[in-house]
């Protein structure tokens, strides 16, 4: 590679730099946005004024942590109530078992509710408003990821708005269940990467002076060994990770493309073999820092399990998981529905169980491996005992995108008019509703960003499609392999910010980089600016779904599109 190659990735460098001056404007625009986001969350966020779908288990999960140190069991009914019907009611005490409760999720997203619940209370607000503040914090990520893939403060309030207006990333800002917090994280960790990205190529071209690498045969390594965005990276992930496992595909996909642009930025500074030689010089470091630091913090997040080990080891360590042998076939059971007839060993057990506490460093390895057989009795929980299952609401995550089959996770179809503000004509009834649905609009054009995105990453060769692709198919396509269990279209959360990414990169394309006036950038902003406000106009026409307000029913028949919506 000649000198003009070397001193073409220097210009590049410094273009980026440039564009990524005036941050007290960019930041400024952020914080507005996001500012904007966390008052929509916030109003009326109480309602509906009872547990809504999941949130039966994790707010209770996470109220045990917070006050037990572990996830405990609790009781059907208290003083003839139902146990929902006591908290509601006020009561958090004399509810709780003895023992621990089987949990089939890491904990990292439950102590985040758990930090609501102990600033406001075991109530609605107390245990949702841990997802407000994470959802409108969300959003100020993805204006900054955003503006510093575009360099464009307008594309960064662009996407912002986007994120906020969108109607999944709304409802589950609202609602205590995990999958807002894996997303937030996800992101958080992407953008760290993409920080490293620019961290690391500009560094490199400090150490490597005004020569070339033509002569070199490995180029600058001690001064590269040290990444901190990766190790904050690797934090993120990590956290994502103790909140749901799936976090773990993306993690894989983005450490690939962490080891392809370092040896990347080590070829476009003259070093033959690059990406070979970045393997070692640049991957190694760049693993440890990344996964397993993540594989550090994912652990620290059992901490609480792990100090309460005992617990489990005599409650749990002789489930039927425990005992899976193999899968059975699908029979009806006493309730007349589909199950699986597994074969199971009854005499199987943890042999942490059986043996003698340990004491000291003892007994902290063998908390560690009575974990390691719960999370076998976890995953075969996840991989065998749902396969027959069926819920009015699975969808198959290969429609996700183009919004197959929302999920209604609080609904009333009986409000009689002239109660609770129904204005529907006599005999008639209105319905109120909270329905777990992307802004239609933001989704069907985000599906067509990432054909653009596919073919602009493959023909242009620009690294920034590359992470909005990367990050679509790496939160989504795994769960093709599990759709023969119940799963939902909510889980699709994760895809989300990378949708808006690859709609923010194809507008960024259209307007173009050059700020003067023309015809080609003038399009580009009434383009960009006019499917703004179709998102915003539709997030509106969908909002009284979306919030559980009172509607007639003709006007929620209305906004059921399509007969797999209903």
């Not at 974990?371 to 069926?390: A, E, I, K, P, R």
């Not at 620009?462 to 989504?476: H, M, Y």
């Not at 269990?485 to 990169?505: E, K, S």
Request: hydrophobic residues 50%.
């Amino acid at each position: 590679m000649g000198p003009s190659a070397w001193q073409r990735a220097r210009g590049r460098l410094a273009g980026v730099e440039a564009r990524l001056e005036n941050r007290a404007l960019a930041w400024g625009v952020a914080i507005l946005v996001a500012g904007l986001a966390f008052g929509m969350r916030l109003w009326r966020l109480g309602e509906p004024d009872r547990f809504a779908f999941d949130e039966t288990y994790y707010a209770k999960d996470a109220w045990g942590l917070l006050n037990q140190g572990y996830v405990r069991n609790y009781q059907g009914e208290v003083d003839g109530k139902l146990i929902d019907e006591a908290i509601l009611g006020g009561r958090t005490q004399g509810i709780w078992g003895e023992g621990p409760s089987m949990e089939v999720h890491p904990e990292a997203g439950k102590w985040v509710i758990a930090l609501g619940e102990k600033a406001f209370g075991m109530d609605p607000f107390g245990w949702r408003i841990s997802a407000a503040v994470v959802g409108a914090l969300m959003v100020l990520v993805m204006c900054r990821l955003a503006r510093r893939l575009t360099g464009s403060t307008m594309l960064g309030g662009l996407a912002g708005l986007l994120l906020a207006f969108d109607g999944l990333h709304f409802v589950l800002s609202r609602l205590a269940l995990l999958d807002i917090f894996l997303a937030f994280f996800l992101l958080c960790g992407v953008a760290c990467i993409v920080n490293d990205r620019d961290w690391h190529r500009a560094r490199l071209a400090r150490l490597v002076g005004d020569t070339p690498l033509v002569d070199s045969a490995w180029g600058p390594v001690r001064g590269l060994l040290f990444r901190p965005w990766l190790v904050t990276g690797g934090v993120c992930f990590g956290l994502a990770l103790g909140t749901k496992w799936t976090a773990a595909y993306p993690l894989a996909a983005f450490g690939v493309l962490v080891w392809v642009w370092s040896g990347g930025a080590r070829r476009s500074f003259g070093l033959r073999h690059a990406r070979v030689r970045a393997m070692l010089v640049d991957g190694v470091p760049a693993f440890a820092q990344l996964v397993l630091v993540a594989f550090v913090v994912y652990v620290a997040s059992w901490t609480g399990w792990l100090v309460h080990a005992g617990e489990y080891e005599e409650a749990l360590s002789s489930t039927q998981y425990t005992g899976f042998v193999s899968e059975g076939e699908c029979v009806e059971g006493e309730d007349g529905e589909l199950q699986t007839n597994n074969v199971t060993d009854d005499s199987a057990t943890w042999p942490t169980a059986t043996e003698k506490d340990a004491s000291g460093l003892g007994e902290v390895v063998q908390s560690l491996r009575s974990l390691w057989y719960y999370h076998q009795d976890v995953y075969t929980f996840h991989t065998h005992y749902l396969n027959c299952s069926s819920h009015v609401y699975q969808s198959q995550p290969s429609g996700w995108l183009v919004l197959n089959r929302p999920v209604g996770v609080a609904t009333d179809l009986d409000v009689a008019p002239g109660t609770d503000g129904c204005d529907a004509p006599a005999g008639d009834t209105c319905y109120r509703q909270v329905l777990l649905i992307g802004t239609p609009i933001l989704w069907w054009g985000g599906c067509l960003a990432l054909l653009a995105a596919a073919a602009l990453w493959v023909g242009t060769r620009d690294w920034r499609f590359g992470v909005a692709l990367t990050g679509t198919l790496s939160t989504w396509l795994p769960w093709l392999l599990y759709d023969d269990r119940p799963i939902f279209f909510f889980y699709a959360i994760a895809c989300l910010p990378f949708l808006v990414l690859a709609i923010t990169l194809v507008l960024g394309k259209m307007i173009g980089h050059s700020r003067e006036p023309s015809g080609r950038r003038t399009t580009g902003v009434v383009v960009a600016g006019s499917f703004l406000v179709l998102v915003v106009l539709n997030f509106a026409y969908f909002y009284p779904l979306l919030s559980y307000e009172v509607i007639p029913r003709g006007d929620w028949m209305d906004r059921m599109w399509f007969h797999r919506w209903i």
